[in-house]
């Protein structure tokens, strides 16, 4: 089996798991050389979409892909936070105009139009919805308060209660943050 087709196989592989992107550096990790992804793209194999970060164009897309790109550009530690987790889990009926990314590192200076970028200096806990690295969702809606209209960010907490995205404890405190 030629070496490039068997690099194409991990490197899809790893961009199944991040909705078609895969980055250098999980590239790499994975034990494909960084020179390898350049040939590959040239090839066909794969899209480059920015320095470091390629998708793979047979993999369909998704309503996530956009979120993935967005925390891929920005990098290791990004997760969503805001609005956005609301949007990720099509919660309090909201459609950012940019996708929220927090970070605790220095990003690239040059992000597109649709990455609102915010960092933090605190260690900030994450978890992950759909595989994607996000704020937690009841830290995400006291966040939206004030913002959103608490009637909606209320129902949305209701919602979310239901499908099982907020525990007992996170849901009371929702609650009580956006009752004033």
Not at 38 to 57: E, I, M, S, T
Not at 79 to 96: F, I, K, M, Q, T
Not at 106 to 111: E, G, M, P, Q, V
């Amino acid at each position: 089996m030629p070496a490039d087709l068997k690099y194409r196989d991990i490197v899809r592989e790893i961009a199944l798991d991040q909705y078609g992107y895969v980055t250098t550096r999980d590239a790499v990790a994975a034990g494909v050389p960084a020179v390898e992804l350049p040939k590959l793209a040239a090839r066909g194999g794969l899209q480059n979409v920015v320095y470091g970060l390629y998708r793979v164009p047979d993999i369909p897309p998704t309503r996530f892909d956009q979120f993935a790109e967005a925390l891929l550009r920005v990098g290791p530690e990004a997760y969503l936070h805001g609005e956005s987790v609301l949007a990720l889990l099509e919660l309090a009926d909201v459609n950012p105009r940019q996708i929220q990314v927090a970070t605790p590192r220095r990003a690239r200076s040059k992000l597109p139009a649709f990455v609102d970028l915010t960092w933090v200096k605190n260690e900030v806990r994450t978890l992950m919805y759909e595989g994607i690295e996000s704020q937690p969702l009841v830290d995400a809606l006291l966040e939206c308060g004030g913002r959103i209209e608490n009637d909606r960010l209320l129902v949305a907490a209701k919602q979310a209660r239901s499908a099982g995205l907020l525990t007992t404890t996170e849901w009371r405190e929702t609650i009580k943050g956006l009752q004033l």
